[in-house]
């Protein structure tokens, strides 16, 4: 388990899912946890196992395609950390669609929940993490589906092959702060999210998807967060600009 004590930890989406696993893994690891979420009713559950684990955790419900709502969100986390030195930029969202049905609305939604939000997160968190010196990490959440392709998943591939492109683009940009950008691209993760998805593709679709991962299993939202604490942590520390798979096999590169 890679030592994060001291450190402060926004994880955006956090309240269900992936974003609650990585919020509990960074826990237990050490840091404190800034919840970014959306809905308010799954908040406090994730601020609660986090303070069982003797860390503190403030909870913020904001939705992450409003820049003056994520500006809140950082600044709440100044005020009650005085010091952000993770970002994890986990909140996304899918809707399985054929391009030639997709409406002008749902493809703004996709690119702006997915690839937007890490924009504006990046863009409010960075100055306070460049001005403290310290250094620090943003791990984004892509997924397979920015490498691997398949029907019905245009906007959300382009917007995730776009968080890639971006964690590349602004690591280079940021490492002169000692800050590292990386991307974790999950395979298919059991949680909501994924059950919705399956739920929306044709049977056999959906069947294959399942039974196409070579390791034989869904993965956990436990497996993603191993990922994200790893890369954010100093084991890591030379590791910036890359996306590293875990999807049980199912892309490798
Ligand atoms: N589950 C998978 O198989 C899978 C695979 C590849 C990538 N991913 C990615 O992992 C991330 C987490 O997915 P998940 O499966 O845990 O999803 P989930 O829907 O189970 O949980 C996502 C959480 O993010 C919150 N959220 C959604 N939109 C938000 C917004 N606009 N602002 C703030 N919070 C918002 C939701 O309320 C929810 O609590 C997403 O970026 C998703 O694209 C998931």
Not at 121 to 126: K, V
Not at 217 to 238: H, M, Q
């Amino acid at each position: 388990m890679p030592n994060l004590s001291g450190k402060v930890a926004i994880v955006t989406g956090a309240g269900q899912g992936i974003g609650k696993g990585i919020a509990m893994t960074l826990a237990k690891a050490g840091a404190d946890i800034v919840v970014g979420e959306m809905v308010q009713d799954r908040i406090a559950g994730t601020v609660a196992e986090v303070e069982k684990l003797q860390r503190k955790a403030i909870g913020v419900q904001f939705d992450v395609r409003d820049r003056g709502q994520v500006d809140n969100l950082v600044a709440e986390a100044m005020k009650k950390f005085g010091r952000i030195d993770i970002l994890v930029n986990n909140a996304g969202n899918d809707i399985v669609r054929d391009l030639v049905d997709m409406t002008d609305e749902e493809w703004d939604f996709q690119i702006n929940v997915n690839l937007r939000g890490p924009f504006y997160m990046c863009r409010s968190a960075l100055p306070h993490m460049i001005k403290s010196g310290n250094g620090g990490a943003i791990v984004n959440i892509a997924s397979i589906a920015g490498y691997i392709t398949y029907p019905k998943g245009a906007a959300y591939a382009a917007a995730k092959a776009g968080v890639m492109a971006l964690t590349r683009a602004l690591a280079s940009e940021v490492a002169k702060h000692k800050i590292r950008v990386n991307s974790v691209a999950p395979g298919p993760i059991d949680t909501p999210l994924l059950h919705e998805v399956l739920g929306a593709m044709p049977k056999a679709q959906s069947s294959a998807l399942v039974g196409g991962v070579p390791l034989g299993r869904l993965g956990l939202p436990e497996d993603i967060a191993n990922a994200v604490a790893f890369l954010a942590s100093e084991e890591a520390s030379y590791i910036t600009g890359d996306t590293i798979c875990v999807g049980g096999g199912m892309y490798m590169h």
